[in-house]
Nanobody, 122 residues
Framework: QVQLVESGGGFVQAGGSLRLSCAAS????????MGWFRQAPGKEREFVAAISRSGFVTHYADSLKGRVTISRDNAKNTVYLQMNSLKPEDTAVYYC???????????????WGQGTQVTVSS
């Protein structure tokens, strides 16, 4: 089993940047592909980015491509999401998730963190 804890969320002005972190417990972190999703109030959870076990393969939502970068450090059991040029519409709770492969589908991920709030003001 994997436990995930996100951090790094907060309040930022439009155009600013944030770096989210997701720390995983256990010794099997490198066995999982990792994903970031987000959920705004009243909306469904949506895919943001995903990274393979090794970190060599990444995939991004088209709407966010060029503004976000996913990375991982298997030695530190941590996955990151660097977000730049933030917009008010990026306001959401951001979740990290662990699964068996790079996927945009929430049900392909077995473990989820509790989420971290990102609020972008105009």
């Amino acid at each position: 089993q994997v436990q995930l804890v996100e951090s790094g969320g907060g309040f930022v002005q439009a155009g600013g940047s944030l770096r989210l972190s997701c720390a995983a417990s256990g010794r099997t972190f490198s066995s999982y592909a990792m994903g970031w999703f987000r959920q705004a109030p009243g909306k469904e959870r949506e895919f943001v980015a995903a990274i393979s076990r090794s970190g060599f393969v990444t995939h991004y939502a088209d709407s966010l491509k060029g503004r976000v970068t996913i990375s991982r450090d298997n030695a530190k059991n941590t996955v990151y999401l660097q977000m730049n040029s933030l917009k008010p519409e990026d306001t959401a709770v951001y979740y990290c998730a662990a699964g068996m492969g790079v996927s945009v589908v929430t049900t392909d991920y077995n473990y989820w963190g509790q989420g971290t709030q990102v609020t972008v003001s105009s």
